[in-house]
């Protein structure tokens, strides 16, 4: 395991790391099983290094079940409405539970956050007061709804 990466966020398991694994990167392109390491003389996995997106991963199956916590998520920046709802509907399908704001827990416990790319665009632009109604609105979402979140920064009634 000499050429991990020197940074990337650990999930810890009972005993479904490599299902955790398999399943995460059947989610986002660009994503892959990057090595599965079981101690000599077992058949058990122990540890499975993967891609997610991109950015290095890895999970660890410790023999005992820890929560995981909102207080850490996997934030996915979508390009678009279809890309933000395939995403959510494949985690709630799979046995997600939605959060607010676009906020959703996986089967696996481990909270995530899926944020179109136009909602930090929108969050922070110089127009101010359009900004907050673009922010209250997101408020009252499970599943962000673009259109919606654009015709409120422009001030549009829905």
Same mark, same amino acid.
Request: with cysteine.
């Given at each position: /395991?000499?050429?991990?990466?020197?940074?990337? =966020?650990?999930?810890?398991?009972?005993?479904?790391? +490599?299902?955790?694994?398999?399943?995460?990167?059947?989610?986002?392109?660009?994503?892959?099983?990057?090595?599965?390491? *079981?101690?000599?003389?077992?058949?058990?996995?122990?540890?499975? $290094?993967?891609?997610?997106?991109?950015?290095?991963?890895?999970?660890?199956?410790?023999?005992?079940?820890?929560?995981?916590? #909102?207080?850490?998520?996997?934030? !996915?920046?979508?390009?678009? +409405?279809?890309? =933000?709802?395939?995403?959510?509907?494949?985690?709630? @399908?799979? @046995?997600? +539970? $939605?959060?607010?704001?676009?906020?959703? =827990?996986?089967?696996?416990?481990?909270?995530? +956050?899926?944020?179109?790319? !136009?909602? #930090?665009?929108?969050? =922070?632009?110089?127009?101010? $007061?359009?900004?907050?109604?673009?922010?209250?609105?997101? /408020?009252?979402? *499970? *599943?962000?709804?673009?259109?919606?979140?654009? *015709?409120?920064?422009?001030?549009?009634?829905?």
């Amino acid at each position: /395991m000499s050429d991990m990466a020197k940074l990337r =966020t650990c999930f810890m398991s009972s005993d479904k790391g +490599q299902e955790m694994a398999e399943y995460y990167v059947s989610l986002l392109p660009d994503s892959r099983i990057d090595k599965v390491w *079981r101690p000599q003389g077992s058949d058990k996995t122990l540890v499975v $290094e993967f891609t997610l997106a991109g950015a290095p991963y890895m999970t660890l199956n410790a023999g005992m079940e820890v929560p995981h916590s #909102p207080a850490m998520s996997i934030s !996915v920046l979508t390009e678009d +409405q279809a890309e =933000t709802d395939a995403l959510w509907f494949r985690l709630l @399908g799979d @046995g997600g +539970q $939605e959060g607010q704001c676009g906020w959703i =827990t996986d089967s696996y416990g481990v909270n995530w +956050q899926i944020v179109p790319k !136009v909602m #930090p665009e929108l969050l =922070t632009a110089a127009d101010r $007061e359009g900004a907050s109604r673009a922010f209250q609105a997101m /408020m009252g979402m *499970r *599943r962000i709804d673009i259109a919606a979140i654009e *015709r409120a920064f422009a001030g549009v009634a829905t």
